[in-house]
């Protein structure tokens, strides 16, 4: 009789693609997340928190880089027949909850969201499924009064989470310029806005791949198509030559000054109605942008920005950091984007019918903090708790006392609540918690009213430096008064803030 088999044990490891958050990096994700919500209030943006699930119905079909309606996203299908889904990003719900909610918000509804966003796709190194976005939107503003302000806001928050200036530039470009030369290069039919819409959409990602696959490439999926170093085949475009050399003048247009780039575009969309209107439009936001004093030095205007998603109908813009930083293979590059967005003005049509003027960006959290840490703003030691130890398990009570006095004060501390038999393996947890400072009290200590405190910081740099004899002759440990207690714990944490 064959044995029965033993139930197989669960791996205990994330899917692919997810990863788990500690101490550190939720810690620090929260404090640059808390300083780009005060940018944003100063702005006069309220937050909101939409679900994290909507109707597939409500995501609608504008994935990046995807053609095809509903790939990418985690999706599944309730008993009624509905299809549900994980938000892929924080923008497709702000569209539904404009819609639902647009006889009670004010008009324009300026709104900031911070969460995580899910999307089904093939992970890879640094690319995962589940991620942190950070947006702030204005639905229902016509004017690019609106973009440039968000534009403002962005370069503003860059330099509030630590980026300072001359590290980071927002470019900012206008769709409507993008659409002129694709008229002018026989890809866009103003009478026809469907026809050659596959060609349109194999045309915006190649551009918006410019950075990585230099001019070659991108001329190569604009013609007949490009393969890549495995050997794998992209579809390109299909332009003819001439057609191509339209699209490469068009992201080769940024010249020295606004004016002279104003002036190399409208000659590529000469003849464009829709070109010319884009043109004006990045005038005007430069106009206005230099009137609150933001000069190239922060934001300039690039025709080589496109941003994928194919909703966006008007400004686009991206905040690209311009520091060096080692790749894995210690190559120097620049860090790159961060953050992006622009105009859509057709989003909130799908649920509504009627066009409402919208525009908005997204930050990358996890990019923006990876760009906080390779310029020494983050990533440094978290600081543990002050630990109070236990010597006499039965004087439980009196340690409780000294962490309530403590965490009175505004001191983060904690009891030992492990097995207390080894004092060795106590100091050990205080090391593994990164406790500053550790509080020792034991039968003789409390008899006599006084504390033994000790300086784990100092002690650990002694340790590093010194031999034993100079150790012992060390004050990192030393004796205080009960009543001292919150004082000399906030002296030392004091020093070593300092």
């Known amino acids: 009789m064959a044995k029965d088999k033993k139930p197989r044990r669960p791996k205990a490891e994330p899917p692919k693609g997810f990863r788990d958050y500690f101490g550190a990096d939720v810690t620090e994700r929260k404090a640059m997340l808390d300083k780009i919500a005060e940018v944003y209030h100063r702005y006069g943006f309220d937050p909101l928190e939409s679900a994290a699930v909507e109707t597939l119905d409500a995501l609608g079909k504008y994935l990046p880089d995807v053609d095809r309606p509903n790939a990418g996203v985690f999706a599944w ?21 404009a819609a639902q909610f647009r006889n009670d918000l004010p008009s324009p509804y300026r709104r900031y969201a911070m969460g995580p966003v899910w999307r089904n796709e093939k992970p890879g190194p640094g690319r995962f499924r589940q991620f942190y976005q950070c947006d702030a939107d204005t639905v229902g503003a016509a004017s690019v009064a609106a973009d440039a302000e968000i534009c403002a806001m962005l370069a503003d928050t860059l330099e509030a989470v630590g980026i300072p200036r001359g590290d ?13 030369v694709m008229q002018v290069a026989g890809v866009l039919d103003p009478a026809d806005p469907e026809k050659f819409e596959h060609e349109r959409g194999i045309v915006l990602r190649a551009i918006d791949k410019l950075d990585r696959l230099g001019e070659d490439g991108v001329r190569a999926l604009l013609g007949e198509g490009r393969k890549d ?16 050399e339209v699209v490469m ?13 104003c002036a190399r575009l409208r000659e590529l ?34 025709p080589s920005v496109v941003r994928g998603l194919g909703y966006y109908t008007g400004p686009v813009y991206e905040a690209e950091l311009t520091f060096e930083i080692t790749d894995e293979k210690g190559r120097p590059r620049q860090f790159g984007s961060v953050a992006g967005g622009g105009r859509y003005d057709d989003l909130v049509k799908r649920f509504t019918g009627q066009s409402v003027p919208a525009t908005g960006v997204s930050i990358g959290v996890d990019r923006l903090l990876a760009a906080l840490r390779a310029k020494g703003r983050a990533g440094g030691a978290l600081q543990g708790p002050v630990i109070v130890t236990v010597m006499d398990r039965d004087r439980m009570a009196d340690y409780q006392a000294m962490v309530g006095e403590l965490r009175a004060a505004g001191i983060r501390a ?7 038999k080894n004092f060795g393996n106590q100091l050990k947890y205080a090391d593994k918690r990164q406790s500053p400072v550790a509080i020792i009290q034991g039968s003789d200590e409390a008899d006599r009213g006084v504390v033994q405190i000790k300086d784990l910081v100092l002690g650990a740099k002694i340790a590093e430096n010194a031999s034993l004899e100079e150790w012992k002759s060390q004050p990192a440990q030393f004796e205080a008064d009960r009543t001292d207690l919150v004082a000399q ?9 300092g």
Do not use: C, H
């Open 77 to 97: 299908q309730e008993e009624d027949g509905d299809w549900l889904a994980l938000r892929y990003d924080l923008t497709a719900p702000l569209a539904r909850v």
């Open 168 to 180: 980071y530039i927002v470019r900012v470009n206008n769709r409507k310029v993008l659409n002129g």
């Open 229 to 244: 170093e495995s050997g794998d085949f992209t579809e390109g475009a299909g332009l003819s030559k001439a057609q191509a």
């Open 249 to 261: 003048g068009f992201m080769a247009a940024k010249r020295e000054t606004k004016a002279d780039t």
């Open 269 to 302: 969309v000469a003849g464009s109605t829709i070109g010319e209107e884009g043109v004006a439009e990045l005038e005007t936001i430069s106009d206005l942008l230099a009137a609150q004093g933001y000069g190239p030095d922060r934001i300039i205007l690039d």
């Open 414 to 420: 904690e009891v030992y609540l492990g097995n207390p």
């Open 489 to 497: 714990v906030r002296r030392l944490l004091a020093q070593g803030e």
